[in-house]
């Protein structure tokens, strides 16, 4: 019993809940800021930067606006944290002991991954700033646009591995290998970047017209802890994108050698699309995502079902 | 040394704010962020709301209808936070000394609000980007001295 609650505390606590996904996090944000200064030819920060911006943060004042709603204020980078620390700490469990899951662990996935989108919409909206609240607006909408053609994607996924719901089982095959699972892999992936608020999508946060949008009331401790969890969603979006389209980790060293390179393939190729394109407007996202997104899927879908019924494993 | 101001040291944000400036020293500032000098390398990050800043770069020589201004950032900028008076008009009102229309130089404007402002003075017309550096690098010896 003790034992248990120990091994579940260390679980969450250590490896690989917090403390992993935090390092992991700050690493991977620094290779965003790495990556994008070398795409501008310039030398970029320290491995260390995001950790002592996190360090500078967490030894700054507090200011909550005296119109802002405090509870929530308050509340919704927890919550927001919380979500993302669930998610990659259950994806890396799957990872690493294929045997010990629960079925319909990528439903809850799905839901975990719109946790730290709420969190904005909420701490946005209750901090009583035009800023915030027009970032706010902005998420909602992003949040509309994309979940439905990340949805979509799923269930070509899901088709595609004979129509289960288990995470375990998805990553076993690797349906990027399809003419369906690639356009599928393509839409989720510009999903991922919405979800990340990277440029095109990093419209609800757009620091040069909205000055931060969401979280521009935010200061010192608070500010610390979305940074944390913007940090914690480079490790658990592009984790689920592994496990779901690229055949995750495998079960020998090699194979986990090969999931880690995809991952970070995965992380430069986020990167990349957002150091070369240009931020888009929010009815242009909109459209983006409702339209060419949602009716390649729907192409994809069909592609994956015939393949399903006539046993065609490249469509 | 406490670990607030030696990660303060490590990161430092800056927000830049114009009190009526010829935009001279604004490019100057911009220029840092080029691939040249690239303050990037020192952590140093230009941030878009004073809420997230450690330094206000302050620009220009503080008119009167941006003095109300500066100091309302001022209080919303949290502390531990610096002010870089950067260029001639910001240290000294320059050749706006005695002007209509304007408020006092820019330390003034900041010790109404804070008398224990931290206030550094970049001089130029504008300041070259090199000088910035410098001018930052000293500010942060400063500290250094100034905490047991």
């Known amino acids: 019993m003790i034992d248990d609650v120990a091994e579940n505390l260390f679980r969450i606590l250590i490896f690989p809940g917090l403390f992993f996904t935090l390092a992991l996090g700050l690493f991977a944000s620094w290779l965003v800021r790495k ?50 620390l669930l998610l990659s700490t259950m994806l890396w469990r799957i990872a ?4 010990d899951v629960f079925v319909g662990d990528l ?7 719109v946790l730290p989108s709420l969190a904005l919409i909420l701490g946005g909206s209750s901090s009583a700033s035009p800023h915030a609240a027009v970032g706010s607006s902005r998420e909602m909408k992003l949040v ?64 040069t017209e909205l000055a931060g949008g969401v979280i521009i009331e935010y200061s010192g401790v608070l500010l610390a802890i979305w940074k944390i969890m913007q940090a914690m969603m480079l490790v658990a979006l592009p984790l689920f994108l592994v496990m779901t389209f690229l055949g995750g980790f495998g079960a ?16 430069v190729l986020v990167i990349l699309i957002k150091n070369t394109n240009p931020r888009v407007r929010i009815d242009q996202a909109m459209r983006f995502f409702w339209v060419y997104c949602t009716v390649l899927m729907a192409l994809a879908i069909l592609l994956a079902s015939v393949g399903h019924r006539y046993g065609l494993a490249w469509l | 040394m406490s670990w ?16 009526g400036a010829c935009n001279n020293c604004d490019i100057e500032i911009v220029n840092l962020l080029t691939p040249k000098f690239d303050v990037e390398r020192f952590g140093i990050k230009l941030v878009g709301s004073p ?49 209509y229309h304007v408020a006092g130089p820019v330390d003034n404007i900041i010790k109404e609000v804070d008398p224990n402002a931290i206030i550094a003075y970049v001089p130029g017309c504008p300041p070259k980007p090199q000088a910035m550096i410098s001018g930052v690098v000293k500010a942060l010896a400063a500290i250094d001295e100034s905490t047991p």
């Not at chain 2, 500066?70 to 950067?86: D, G, I, N, S, W």
């Open chain 2, 51 to 99: 809420r997230h800043a450690d330094a206000l770069l302050v620009t220009g020589v503080g008119t009167r209808q941006a003095a109300r201004r500066l100091q309302e950032v001022y209080r919303q900028t949290p502390k531990p936070c610096a002010v870089f008076c950067m260029g001639a008009c910001a240290c000294g009102m320059g050749i706006f000394e005695g002007g």
């Open chain 1, 96 to 99: 690493i002991r294929p045997s």
């Open chain 1, 35 to 84: 990556v994008s200064a070398l795409v501008q030819y310039r030398v970029g920060p320290p491995l260390l930067q995001p950790a002592w911006d996190i360090v500078k943060l967490m030894g700054k004042e507090v200011l909550i606006p005296s119109e802002a709603q405090k509870t929530v204020f308050i509340c919704a980078p927890l919550v927001g944290m919380a979500g993302v």
């Open chain 2, 4 to 19: 607030k101001i030696k990660a303060l040291k490590k990161s430092i944000w800056v927000f830049h704010i114009n009190t």
């Open chain 1, 144 to 207: 509309l646009g994309y979940e439905l053609p990340l949805v979509l994607a799923l269930i070509v996924v899901i088709i595609k591995s004979g129509g289960v719901l288990n995470l375990a089982a998805i990553s076993q095959s690797a349906p990027i290998a399809s003419v369906s699972g690639f356009l599928a892999f393509v839409a989720a992936l510009l999903c991922v970047q919405a979800k990340l608020g990277f440029a095109p999508f990093d419209i609800a946060e757009s620091e």
């Open chain 1, 252 to 267: 020998t060293a090699g194979t986990w050698i090969w999931g880690i390179v995809k991952y970070v393939i995965l992380v």
């Open chain 1, 107 to 113: 439903i809850v996935a799905v839901y975990l991954m």
